[in-house]
């Protein structure tokens, strides 16, 4: 018997040059590409994913990374049943910017789940983040996971615990 | 087609009129839009005019979105435009459509226009790829620099220590691009380099003219106004301020001052970096954006604290509830920072600035100013008694062990704490305030929380006054040694104490030395301080010997003290002039004396044990302590924290921790010494494990020479009686 079709937004917000649009292409499409080319405004993806019988179509909001020149615009978040907030384990300076990024989210999204994301774990010599970072993270109130989209480290586990989060799923998956 | 539709369509625009549920296109024969929609399968009406709103929505998800905008403008009178900014659509062949919405009225009819700028975005794309690689490259650069900057300063401190010449600095630095200048604690400049006359354009006359200190501190008061105290306190600061050129031209600065301190803890010099980051700043000033946060810890930065605080004074304070700030400062950061080295420094601000978070309320304020300083700014205070459990509550939380580079370290702050209960406040007198109390707590020995108080504004000079009375109790001899016994539970019959120093104050009476050693320690008073007391007990130690009284003593060492390239001469001088033999001395020392070099330390420390002095690891359990570790260690004592004794009749850990340090040290045959034993429970327990020595107030206080005399024949029947009742 084949189950409804839920539609359940997600964001995937953090700073410019982070990776978010390499982890929705290597989880939407399986692809990934070294060269970064910078994402303007927003693009939707959509992947279908099976929770318990159900079909949910995530609605995978990849919107333009954070910097100098760019905002979050708060009115692309409106309606999320859940935010990826990724970060970039080798720049602290990405990192820095997740207290400020957690207070919007915190603001416009209360009570919506929110998954931290240190991508980049493939580069472990250039990684800069520790325990402490994870903890200021978990402090936030932000779950953490390091990912990496170059090899596909956790991407799935990611979207599996997102979805978990926002009451989808059947628990809470293992940490790897 | 007509000719309007014609001009939309050449600019790229679908244009929409909103009619209840549907929409109608105005521009029905728009290929671009009806290509998307056909191959997003949105149905629409034959004649390709009319969508129907859900339909569209489904099409266009991002749009769905956009409409809650869109109704909004529509329902507003005027002529109100709101722009969703732009998306990307792919279609069925897998092209890229890059697309932004408006949603305006014309005469009052509600008009959505959607733009496809897919032929000009890779124009636009071009502009923001090239300042997103730009800014990544310049964040790049600014971590290198910073990492460089403190290795400059840290290598010049170094250098100017160990070869106590500036000229060789001169030389080395001469053509660095960052800019070094050596000075006196007046300013007077001794030494500058080219990077420097080159960010200020004034010639090397000119620069030694000025004292380019002062200006420094002046300019960078506004944002850092604990500058000029962090810096006279002989403490390592680091900052970004604006700074006059000789020109007048405004540069940025990234400034490091730290102090170079003679062997009795003088400051002898300050050794300053500064990069010009004007470049590098121009990025962020130019869109008017400041991250706000720190880059190590994450939480809210100096600039950002001012600007809250400033909203809150501005906001005023309503209710009856006050407004606390605390100024937190880590104890001994910069020599963890210098001995384990700077990404452990990082990892451990980061690690407390984490701790202090969640020792607060959400509704609180954290911000790392910089250094080792934070602050909290605590709300909706009713009661003083408050910020008391706040405090604590930090002090406990900064203080739990961390692992650095597979050390146990326990770090521990100063908390200065100030409230303003009026509705109306100066954020910078607050803050001044906060920092003074702070001081206060740092001087009286450090690791806890002091509130302001307004008598501290006149002991901004205390603690120089303090040095100036330690140096002259040194010379008259204001200092007296206590003895406090130490009972054999394990069949000892030696008569053992420990020779605590007290200050006999003119003005202030008998002082513990939780009043002075610590100044002491900074100043490097203590390496004279700590030779009289060796002398001393060693003295005393003779005195009673001579008696026929057999006796024991350990006297405590400093790091500092046993790092003294004079110490191990010293220490046998004392012994040949006072006859007393070495084998009945003892030399307590802490973990703090193996953080440095510790194979030069073991050397050390074996030397003199084959002189016969047995050594005792003191405060065991509180520094980075690692039962591994400890067997490294060539020690014959081991002295349990008093802190793990006083929680033996509370909590599990302690009595667990205390049995396995008991028993691990009988396996490396140490002898164990109980410290701080108050109540017969905690006796008990120590004499049922077997532990060799207890000491505290149970059995003795700190015993003056005459007090000692006449209980000493009462210790050794202490001995007789526990060796008697020892546990099989």
Known sequence: ?176 | MSILEGIIEELGVAALVKDGAYFRLVNAQSGWFRDLLASLSCPVQEDGSIVDSESLCHAFPFIENFLIDAEAAWGESGAKTVRSGIWTETDKSGCEHQLEAKACSVNGVPVLLIENHTTTFSEHHGVYQKARDIALLNEKLVSELNQRQRELQSEIERYILQEASIKGVAESVKGHTSAVMICQPNGQIEMINKALIDIYQMDDVDLKRVSLLDQWVSEAEAQYPELKRVIENGSYWEGEFESKSGSGVDRWVRLTIGPVKEQDGQISHYVCVANDISEFRSLDTSSGSDGGYDFTTHLPNRRHFWRHINAVAEGGLTGDFGLGLMYIDLDYFKRVNDDLGHQAGDFLLSAVASRISRSVKHHDFVAHLGGDEFVVLVRYIEEVSQLDIVADRLLESIHEPLFVNGQSISMSASIGITINVESSFDPALLVRQADLAMYAAKELGKGQSRFYDPAMECNIPHKLQRERELIDAIDRQEFVLHLQPQISISGEEEVRVEALIRWQHPDHGLLPPADFIGIAEESGLIIPMGSWVLRQACGIGADLLSESKKICIAVNISAKQLRHPDFYKTLTNILSETSFPASQLELEITESCFLEDLNAVILLIEKIRKLGVTIALDDFGTGFSSLNYLRQLPVDYLKIDRSFIQGLEIDRESQAITSSVISLASELNIDVIAEGVETEAQFDFLRCRQVNFVQGFLFYRPLSLSALLKSYGQIKLLNDENKFNKPQ
């Open chain 1, 1 to 176: 018997m084949v189950g409804k079709v839920i539609a359940k937004k997600v964001c995937m917000v953090g700073p410019f040059a982070v990776g978010k649009t390499s982890l929705v292409r290597r989880f939407v499409d399986s692809i990934f590409s070294d060269t970064y080319l910078t994402t303007i405004g927003v693009k939707i993806s959509k992947k279908p994913v099976a929770v318990n019988g159900d079909q949910v179509q995530l609605m995978i909001w990849d919107i333009e990374g954070v910097d100098v020149f760019t905002e979050l615009k708060p009115s692309y978040l409106r309606g999320a049943s859940g935010v990826l907030l990724i970060l970039d384990g080798t720049r602290p300076k990405s990192v820095e910017m997740a207290a400020e990024l957690s207070n919007v989210l915190g603001e416009q999204l209360p009570g919506v789940p929110v998954v931290g994301l240190l991508n980049k774990c493939d580069l472990m010599y250039e990684w800069k983040l520790g325990e402490s970072d994870i903890e200021g993270l978990e402090a936030l109130g932000i779950s953490v996971i390091k990912t990496s989209a170059k090899t596909g480290r956790n991407v799935e586990l990611a979207f599996e615990l997102m979805v978990n989060k926002m009451g989808l799923g059947s628990g809470v998956p293992e940490s790897p």
